[in-house]
């Protein structure tokens, strides 16, 4: 084959569009939308959300048993979502009571998305100067069911960190300017029971701790116990733990665990 026609042989091969792409045909007809006459603002209502906090399923059972009429509360459900348990259980659970199916339905479809997992932001606070730790490990148990989440942390691996950002000082007393340190720690924790959770929080020189039977004496004495219920669906799902540590009194170069402060937000 000549250059000429070689050359025009791959260029033919190159220009040669790809097969279109198969679409399935639909058999329920077609449906044509103007986009320019598209409002935005006429959006279907099931879009159409309501800035109210969602309903809860003893909220839609005493409605219904108010006399709100079935198609009212699907409405409701639509407008508001359902902070409810619509879990196969949960589900029966509100046919027991007197639920109207239409209603059942409208809280599968718009119920919220069952947590799965505590975003849980730790801060631990530092006033004064130290070097390391009296006690290196921080540990923060929660129960969860037939298991125990163990969330720890070295200390003084943390306070080696060069991070210039984290470090301020205290001039609120002008006689005595104070080095303070704050360091944020977010991250997630799995949780897969629902309901009332036990968290401890305490302070050790072990590592490698698994359960709080496992502190010693005093450190278990000294540790703090929070409880929080722990809702199977919500907007929000955040829970702060906040760690204090002073300059050790006896120890001049070490921190001293003050003490801790468990929060959690839902909505």
Request: a neutral charge; glycine letters at 6%; aromatic letters at 6%.
């Amino acid at each position: 084959m000549s250059a000429p026609l070689l050359l025009v042989a791959l260029l033919g091969q190159i220009g040669t569009a790809p097969p279109p792409p198969q679409f399935p045909t639909g058999t329920g007809g077609q449906q044509t939308t103007n986009l320019v006459q598209w409002d935005a603002n006429s959006l279907p209502q099931v879009y159409e959300r309501s800035e109210q906090a969602p309903l809860t399923d003893a909220e839609i059972v005493k409605m219904g048993q108010s006399g709100f009429p079935p198609d009212q509360l699907v409405k409701l459900i639509e407008e508001r979502r359902c902070a409810c348990d619509a879990s196969p259980e949960g589900l029966i659970r509100l046919r027991v009571a007197g639920v109207d199916p239409a209603v059942i339905s409208a809280i599968s479809t718009h119920a919220l998305r069952p947590n799965r997992s505590l975003n849980l932001e730790v801060t631990l606070d530092f006033s004064g100067e130290s070097r390391r730790a009296r006690n290196a490990y921080l540990y923060v148990f929660v129960d969860d069911g037939e298991l125990t989440r163990v969330l720890t942390a070295n200390v003084d691996d943390l306070l080696r960190r060069p991070n210039a950002h984290e470090t301020t000082v205290d001039t609120s007393d002008f006689l005595i300017a104070r080095t303070v340190r704050r360091i944020v720690l977010p991250g997630q924790v799995t949780l897969k029971t629902y309901g009332r959770h036990t968290v401890l929080v305490a302070s050790s020189a072990t590592p490698h701790l698994t359960h709080p039977s496992q502190l010693k004496a005093q450190d278990r004495a000294a540790a703090q116990v929070y409880l929080f219920d722990y809702p199977r669906a919500s907007l929000q799902s955040l829970c702060r733990l906040t760690a204090g540590y002073r300059r050790d009194a006896e120890i001049a170069d070490r921190w001293r665990f003050l003490g801790s402060r468990f929060e959690c937000e839902w909505n």
